[in-house]
């Protein structure tokens, strides 16, 4: 007895040895990383636990698809930055990885054969969107720079399977539901981040995640950005998930979530103030007047229900406004140094880069590449800042692909503006509501398209609205989507 108790000590006493040896080695081999791999290599341990936490896998992978959207935690193997409005990395991300997961686990229960587990391609808006890509494809034939056509092409189809898989998903609406809170907590989250930007005067020293400084005339710490890159991304972003936020008060009836949407709001408002995008804020007001009327002319919601979100919106907005007053008169009516009078000659530039490229254009993320040979103007010569593509996403995209790239990509913004307005008649609540907070951020992000670069194609949020919007349709022919069931 007392030698076998003693074997059984000598036994713990070596595991805990090789146990520590362990631990040691595992620290030193991570000390040689670099930041991303070592997140990384933290992240991969820690999620089984977080599995075990959670319970739930698919919630789990679908929230972190969302929440992780701004923040770019990726290994890039190639990087190659011209200006360009696309892409200018290429490797794998967080997001690739989640959205794997769920497609194999997606595959593993058709292949089990799991009840009531099927998989849709949503041909309304999935096939505009393929003939886009391939339209996208086709410029590769002609591209100047052959590697920034690829990574933007590699980035959109990365970005249709998230569509893909996510739309699979979201089967009933409490799914919707989840997803826009999370998209949500994206917006509060990037408020708190240009609300300390604001605060500190500058960077917080969260590059890993995505933040860089701007360097330039115009361009200072005042401008928050969040972890997006740049002010107006992050302005588009807010212009586009603000009004879920708000649309989010007529869906929830618990008082602590409608606290916690007013804190969001208010800090989204904030962020989009001092993002200093004009072009946004104007976007946003017109966002908020879409989602009103849809919500008054609909009857989802009685009228006397808007009259508190309607007046903590305005009331919000008129606080925000008047607190950062001096940031508004100085994007209205101060010195922009030539930012505003320099779209004339991008538009210019434009034109006739159009004129020599109409059917294909120059190729998908190669505006930069040509634009200088088709400055014909004297204006044009006296802006240094005429080395951006032009500020306008629907010359951008007629230029990089043509007619044929600009006119799949309209195809796919009408359907999806179709279908959208169809779930509007959706006799769940949820649903309709959603739908109608999406119509606005689409709306938004088509007036602010007139005087930014940033089209759609490439825009991990727009692929998330396509999602929500191609399983909404789908619930409507089911009975997840009948009145009633599963309202909040």
Same mark, same amino acid.
């Given at each position: 007895?007392?030698?076998?108790?003693?074997?059984?000590?000598?036994?713990?006493?070596?595991?805990?040895?090789?146990?520590?040896?362990?631990?040691?080695?595992?620290?030193?081999?991570?000390?040689?990383?670099?930041?991303?791999?070592?997140?990384?290599?933290?992240?991969?341990?820690?999620?089984?636990?977080?599995?075990?936490? #959670?319970?739930?896998?698919?919630?789990?992978?679908?929230?972190?698809?969302?929440?992780?959207?701004?923040?770019? #935690?990726?290994?890039?193997?190639?990087?190659?930055?011209?200006? $360009?409005?696309?892409?200018?990395?290429?490797?794998?991300?967080? #997001?690739?990885?989640?959205?794997?997961?769920?497609?194999?686990?997606?595959?593993?229960?058709?292949?089990?054969?799991?009840?009531?587990?099927?998989?849709?391609?949503?041909?309304?808006?999935?096939?505009?969107?393929?003939?886009?890509?391939?339209?996208?494809?086709?410029?590769?034939?002609?591209?100047?720079?052959?590697?920034?056509?690829?990574?933007?092409?590699?980035?959109?189809?990365?970005?249709?399977?998230?569509?893909?898989?996510?739309?699979?998903?979201?089967?009933?609406?409490?799914?919707?539901?989840?997803?826009?809170?999370?998209?949500?907590?994206?917006?509060?989250?990037?408020?708190?981040?240009?609300?300390?930007?604001?605060?500190?005067?500058?960077?917080?020293?969260?590059?890993?995640?995505?933040?860089?400084?701007?360097?330039?005339?115009?361009?200072?710490?005042?401008?928050?950005?969040?972890?997006?890159?740049?002010?107006?991304?992050?302005?588009?972003?807010?212009?586009?998930?603000?009004?879920?936020?708000?649309?989010?008060?007529?869906?929830?009836?618990?008082?602590?979530?409608?606290?916690?949407?007013?804190?969001?709001?208010?800090?989204?408002?904030?962020?989009?103030?001092?993002?200093?995008?004009?072009?946004?804020?104007?976007?946003?007001?017109?966002?908020?007047?879409?989602?009103?009327?849809?919500?008054?002319?609909?009857?989802?919601?009685?009228?006397?229900?808007?009259?508190?979100?309607? +007046?903590?919106?305005?009331?919000?907005?008129?606080?925000?406004?008047?607190? +950062?007053?001096?940031?508004?008169?100085?994007? +209205?009516?101060?010195?922009?140094?030539?930012?505003?009078?320099?779209?004339?000659?991008?538009?210019?530039?434009?034109?006739?880069?159009?004129?020599?490229?109409?059917?294909?254009?120059?190729?998908?993320?190669?505006?930069?590449?040509?634009?200088?040979?088709?400055?014909?103007?004297?204006?044009?010569? $006296? +802006?240094?800042?005429?080395?951006?593509?032009?500020?306008?996403?629907?010359?951008?995209?007629?230029?990089?692909?043509?007619? #044929?790239?600009?006119?799949?990509?309209?195809?796919?913004?009408?359907?999806?503006?179709?279908?959208?307005?169809?779930?509007?008649?959706?006799?769940?609540?949820?649903?309709?509501?959603?739908?109608?907070?999406?119509?606005?951020?689409?709306?938004?992000?088509?007036?602010?398209?007139?005087?930014?670069?940033?089209?759609?194609?490439?825009?991990?949020?727009?692929?998330?609205?396509?999602?929500?919007?191609?399983?909404?349709?789908?619930?409507?022919?089911?009975?997840?989507? $009948?009145?009633?069931?599963?309202?909040?």
């Amino acid at each position: 007895m007392l030698d076998t108790l003693k074997y059984t000590k000598s036994l713990q006493v070596l595991l805990f040895l090789l146990l520590a040896l362990g631990i040691g080695l595992s620290f030193f081999v991570l000390s040689d990383l670099s930041t991303k791999i070592l997140m990384a290599a933290l992240a991969a341990l820690s999620f089984p636990f977080i599995l075990l936490i #959670i319970g739930n896998v698919r919630k789990l992978l679908m929230g972190g698809i969302v929440l992780l959207i701004p923040l770019h #935690i990726d290994v890039n193997f190639y990087h190659h930055f011209r200006n $360009q409005a696309g892409a200018h990395t290429m490797g794998i991300s967080a #997001i690739d990885i989640f959205v794997l997961i769920l497609l194999f686990l997606r595959l593993f229960e058709l292949a089990v054969r799991k009840p009531n587990v099927d998989m849709h391609f949503y041909p309304r808006l999935s096939v505009p969107a393929i003939l886009y890509i391939q339209a996208c494809i086709i410029t590769l034939l002609w591209a100047p720079q052959f590697d920034l056509a690829i990574m933007q092409i590699v980035e959109m189809i990365k970005l249709f399977f998230m569509y893909l898989v996510l739309a699979n998903y979201l089967e009933k609406p409490q799914d919707l539901r989840f997803l826009v809170w999370m998209l949500a907590l994206t917006v509060g989250m990037q408020g708190m981040i240009a609300l300390l930007q604001t605060v500190t005067g500058g960077t917080l020293g969260l590059a890993f995640f995505g933040e860089a400084s701007i360097d330039g005339p115009g361009a200072g710490p005042w401008r928050v950005m969040g972890t997006l890159g740049h002010p107006n991304r992050l302005a588009m972003y807010l212009e586009i998930l603000l009004p879920l936020c708000v649309a989010l008060f007529f869906i929830e009836t618990r008082k602590l979530y409608k606290f916690a949407l007013t804190a969001i709001i208010g800090l989204g408002l904030i962020a989009l103030i001092m993002t200093g995008s004009r072009g946004a804020w104007v976007s946003f007001v017109f966002a908020m007047g879409v989602l009103f009327f849809f919500l008054l002319k609909s009857r989802r919601v009685r009228w006397k229900a808007l009259v508190g979100p309607a +007046f903590l919106t305005l009331f919000l907005l008129i606080v925000v406004s008047f607190v +950062f007053s001096d940031m508004i008169y100085q994007r +209205f009516y101060g010195e922009d140094h030539g930012s505003a009078m320099s779209r004339i000659p991008m538009m210019r530039i434009a034109f006739n880069l159009i004129t020599d490229n109409p059917i294909g254009g120059v190729g998908i993320n190669n505006y930069q590449e040509v634009m200088r040979q088709y400055n014909d103007s004297i204006l044009g010569l $006296q +802006f240094e800042t005429i080395s951006r593509p032009v500020h306008n996403m629907y010359l951008l995209v007629m230029g990089e692909t043509g007619v #044929i790239g600009f006119s799949m990509l309209m195809l796919l913004m009408i359907m999806l503006i179709k279908g959208l307005l169809q779930t509007l008649k959706s006799g769940h609540k949820t649903i309709a509501v959603i739908n109608m907070a999406l119509l606005a951020g689409i709306g938004a992000m088509c007036l602010h398209g007139l005087v930014d670069k940033h089209p759609p194609s490439g825009y991990a949020p727009f692929y998330i609205i396509m999602a929500i919007a191609a399983a909404s349709s789908h619930m409507q022919t089911t009975k997840s989507a $009948q009145p009633g069931i599963g309202e909040s």
